[in-house]
């Protein structure tokens, strides 16, 4: 069976640019969670999407957003990039809420320059 | 105070040798808890989920305190493969999900 994939696996901007990242879930999982992970550092949790909704958010800027698609795809948007946006990104699935077990996808690793 | 604190190590400890992590939580609300393992530039990987009754997985076993708010995984007969950072994880409860920093673990041969 497939994992939570995720592209591009890396990407390289600049100040200011805009940056859209995509996760596709594992077969079945309604939820994706979006997470980044800066080095030395656990994972924060950005959002949840749950059928299509936003369920959670973590304390991130409006410049963060994401969307969940009918097929259960996600995409996170990042505008305005900052240096400090540079890290790992995840993305996780899972069936329901934050209560289930997330399965993360590999990650993007974002350098913004 | 953070949300949740780990011991970020590194635990540098012998193979054969049991050692155990403590990760400490501030919200008494919080749902479930659970214990991920995530490999050097690696994605995180569950470990187990921890209960109030305490859980075991072969050499792996986990405690969770609700009145000391904090959640245990001890480790026995630790081999090379554990070698690892170990992330406590806790659900609050309002649809906010949080993870500690990770604590370093290094078997030793």
């Known amino acids: 069976d497939a994992g939570v994939t995720q592209s591009p696996t890396h990407l390289i901007k600049t100040r200011g640019q805009h940056v859209t990242l995509r996760c596709s879930p594992i077969?079945?999982?309604?939820?994706v969670s979006w997470y980044q992970q800066v080095l030395g550092q656990g994972p924060q949790f950005i959002f949840q999407?749950?059928?299509?909704?936003?369920?959670g958010r973590g304390n991130f800027p409006d410049r963060f957003s994401a969307r969940q698609f009918p097929n259960y795809s996600s995409e996170l948007n990042v505008n305005a990039l900052l240096l400090g946006d540079s890290a790992l990104y995840l993305c996780?699935?899972?069936?329901?809420?934050?209560?289930?077990?997330?399965?993360f996808g590999p990650g993007t690793r974002l350098t913004v320059l | 105070r953070k949300e949740v604190e780990q011991d970020p190590g590194p635990f540098n400890v012998p193979e054969g040798a049991t050692v155990a992590f403590n990760c400490t939580y501030s919200n008494s609300a919080s749902q479930s808890f659970f214990w991920y393992r995530q490999d050097c530039r690696k994605e995180p990987k569950l470990l187990m989920s921890?209960?109030?009754s305490g859980n075991e997985d072969g050499r792996f076993t986990a405690q969770l305190n609700r009145a000391s708010q904090y959640i245990s995984l001890l480790i026995r007969d630790s081999k090379l493969s554990d070698s690892a950072t170990y992330l406590c994880v806790v659900n609050r409860g309002d649809d906010k999900i949080i993870f500690g920093k990770g604590t370093r673990l290094h078997i030793l041969p």
């Open positions: 999407y749950y059928e299509k909704e936003e369920r």
């Open positions: 996780a699935s899972s069936y329901g809420t934050l209560t289930d077990t997330q399965y």
């Open positions: 077969s079945g999982h309604k939820s």
């Open positions: 921890v209960y109030s």
